[in-house]
């Protein structure tokens, strides 16, 4: 009964850890990149999207489409880095529970 009750106050110091880095998710960001630097996303952690940045040597009616690609490509950039650092976030936290294999807390 023991290991029970030690396992339950720790699933609560657990619970009250995940809601701080769920908060503090929504402050970090990230930034997504593509063209060589010439399209730039930043994003939350969380995935929403704070400003987007075009260099004005894209301006090129013509080459719009090439933009647009840029454009999603920076977004995915940005989001690859979110859920790296979500996961990151998330692992130290649950480093050191005694969880079954393959069981995701996120």
Same mark, same amino acid.
């Given at each position: 009964?023991?290991?029970?009750?030690?396992?339950?106050?720790? %699933?609560? &110091?657990?619970? =009250?850890?995940?809601?701080?880095?769920?908060?503090?998710?929504?402050?970090? !960001?990230? #930034?997504?990149?593509?063209?060589?630097?010439?399209?730039?996303?930043?994003?939350? %952690?969380? &995935?929403?999207? =704070?400003?987007?940045?075009?260099?004005?040597?894209?301006?090129?009616?013509? !080459?719009? #489409?090439?933009?647009?690609?840029?454009?999603?490509?920076?977004?995915?950039?940005?989001?690859?880095?979110?859920?790296?650092?979500?996961?990151?976030?998330?692992?130290?936290?649950?480093?050191?529970?005694?969880?079954?294999?393959?069981?995701?807390?996120?």
């Amino acid at each position: 009964m023991k290991d029970i009750m030690g396992l339950m106050k720790q %699933a609560q &110091g657990l619970q =009250k850890k995940m809601a701080d880095a769920q908060a503090e998710l929504d402050t970090l !960001e990230v #930034e997504g990149v593509s063209g060589g630097g010439v399209v730039k996303v930043v994003s939350t %952690a969380k &995935g929403v999207v =704070k400003a987007i940045s075009i260099d004005a040597s894209l301006m090129v009616p013509d !080459e719009k #489409e090439i933009l647009e690609d840029l454009v999603i490509a920076a977004l995915n950039d940005a989001r690859g880095k979110a859920e790296r650092l979500v996961a990151e976030k998330m692992g130290q936290l649950t480093a050191g529970l005694p969880l079954p294999p393959g069981l995701k807390l996120f």
